[in-house]
């Protein structure tokens, strides 16, 4: 099979090939339009306030601070972001936790995953701190067998790293197992340590159109994956 081929179609899934589904949180269950808010907006506004400096200032030091660290724990450290803008970043996810919730879908397609028996385990970046405040105002480690933060792998899902100490870690197959994510650079990295079957969350956020991406099983919501048919 060529490496940018994945065996899903759009004509079937069959589960019956898959033993491990492995799933990002934010962005793929999770409606990453609270990340996306609290980071792109609500941090710079009150940073911003902390500083007095003008919002646009305020955003665009704290994107630049984001890419010095993007790959690297610290970008999703709870605590790191705490420490270096002076804000408690913790208690503002406790604050703003009426905008967490489920996307579309996403609890039905869990249930589905339980009926089927798949051993379902959640494989996040996020830091446990942000982990907590989420599973508490959703429920979602109801649905699992487990979740796995990045500081418990010691990497992060994008990096060749990640993959072999998440896999020694959790037992899975890789030629057995599911991945499904928003994110590319995860994908790819799952890809090259040889994941069969990935899937693209393409509508990783309520707020905008789905971001569909050509060399992976792509999708904007769970029925292809609930009927395995696009």
């Not at 609270?34 to 200032?57: I, S």
């Not at 989420?134 to 010691?154: H, N, Q």
Request: hydrophobic share 40%; proline share 7%; charged share 25%.
């Amino acid at each position: 099979m060529p490496p940018d081929s994945s065996p899903l179609t759009p004509h079937a899934i069959d589960w019956n090939e898959i033993d491990d589904v492995l799933l990002d949180m934010d962005g793929t269950l999770l409606d990453r339009h609270f990340d996306n808010f609290f980071f792109e907006e609500e941090l710079p506004r009150r940073y911003a306030a902390l500083h007095a400096v003008p919002f646009e200032e305020s955003r665009d030091r704290l994107m630049a601070m984001y890419r010095s660290v993007e790959g690297e724990l610290a970008w999703t450290d709870l605590n790191y972001w705490t420490k270096r803008v002076g804000i408690d970043v913790v208690a503002m996810h406790k604050e703003l936790d009426y905008m967490i919730g489920f996307l579309p879908g996403a609890e039905d397609f869990l249930c589905h995953l339980r009926q089927l028996g798949k051993r379902v385990t959640i494989i996040t970046n996020a830091h446990e701190a942000g982990v907590s405040v989420k599973v508490a105002k959703t429920g979602l480690d109801r649905y699992v067998d487990r979740i796995v933060d990045a500081f418990e792998v010691g990497y992060l899902k994008m990096r060749p790293e990640y993959w072999p100490s998440c896999q020694r870690l959790l037992g899975f197959n890789p030629s057995r197992s599911l991945f499904m994510d928003d994110d590319e650079g995860c994908l790819i990295a799952a890809r090259a340590f040889g994941v069969t079957y990935l899937v693209h969350s393409a509508k990783s956020s309520s707020q905008l159109p789905p971001a569909p991406l050509p060399q992976f099983f792509s999708v904007a919501g769970f029925a292809p994956l609930l009927n395995g048919r696009l």
